[in-house]
């Protein structure tokens, strides 16, 4: 089977740099992305993966690792609206070419 | 952009009854599309996936008479869930991929249902 696994809870200060592990144990990889997603509403993109290395987008980066099956998404200069959840979902190969198979998700409170 | 509308946003229904949610890629195609439900404070869980013209693919553990898909367009799925029931609450959310693009997904924002 498939198993995305990131921590449940984590909690940062405004101002200061928080990473989100992502693990992962799947079949066919094709790429993983970071959603992120308020209380009540839809996931959206942050960032997309598929070579390792590291990409960086504005205050927020992610990383992969495909030879350890890893990735973690940094956030840098927190702001108290990053409070929110943060999925690692990744993409498999099959008949549809891009299906998301999502990890648990982590929610990220920032602190004043 | 690219924009995903779901209809209704949300909706109350008594035990029993069937429910018809839309999912509309607005300035796109979507040959494929996804449904996926959330419980509270969990992450989302793929239903099925959609594709036009053809049958949806249910993933294990998911009913397909009772969460009836239809993708008669290019820009519309719709998921019917029948003889809704309690635990038939949560958060519906569709996503479509774009037949011009390989990598993202653009999630619709959800349709709260709650059944009595």
């Known amino acids: 089977g498939q198993n995305i696994d990131q921590p449940t809870e984590m909690t940062a200060t405004e101002g200061a740099i928080v990473q989100i592990n992502c693990t992962y144990q799947t079949s066919g990889f094709n790429g993983l992305f970071w959603y992120q997603q308020h209380a009540g509403e839809a996931p959206t993109f942050l960032s997309y993966n598929v070579l390792d290395g590291l990409e960086e987008k504005g205050r927020f980066s992610s990383f992969l690792s495909r030879s350890k099956g890893y990735s973690y998404l940094l956030l840098k200069e927190l702001q108290m609206k990053d409070s929110a959840s943060y999925l690692c979902?990744?993409?498999?190969?099959?008949?549809?070419?891009?299906?998301?198979?999502f990890g648990g998700g982590t929610r990220l409170m920032v602190k004043p | 952009g690219a924009v995903v509308s779901q209809h209704p946003s949300w909706v109350i229904c008594k035990s029993g009854t069937s429910v018809k949610i839309e999912c509309r890629s607005l300035d796109f195609q979507a040959t494929t599309m996804f449904w996926y439900r959330q419980f509270p404070k969990q992450s989302l869980m793929l239903m099925a996936t959609?594709?036009?013209?053809?049958?949806?693919?249910?993933e294990q553990g998911v009913e397909k008479d009772k969460f009836l898909i239809n993708h008669a367009s290019l820009t519309l799925s719709t998921l019917t869930v029948t003889s809704a029931h309690p635990e038939d609450s949560s958060f519906y959310i569709c996503s479509a991929k774009r037949d011009d693009s390989y990598n993202e997904q653009f999630f619709g924002p959800g349709t709260r249902l709650t059944v009595l």
């Open positions: 979902a990744v993409r498999l190969l099959n008949n549809a070419g891009n299906m998301l198979t």
């Open positions: 959609s594709n036009e013209g053809s049958k949806a693919t249910y």
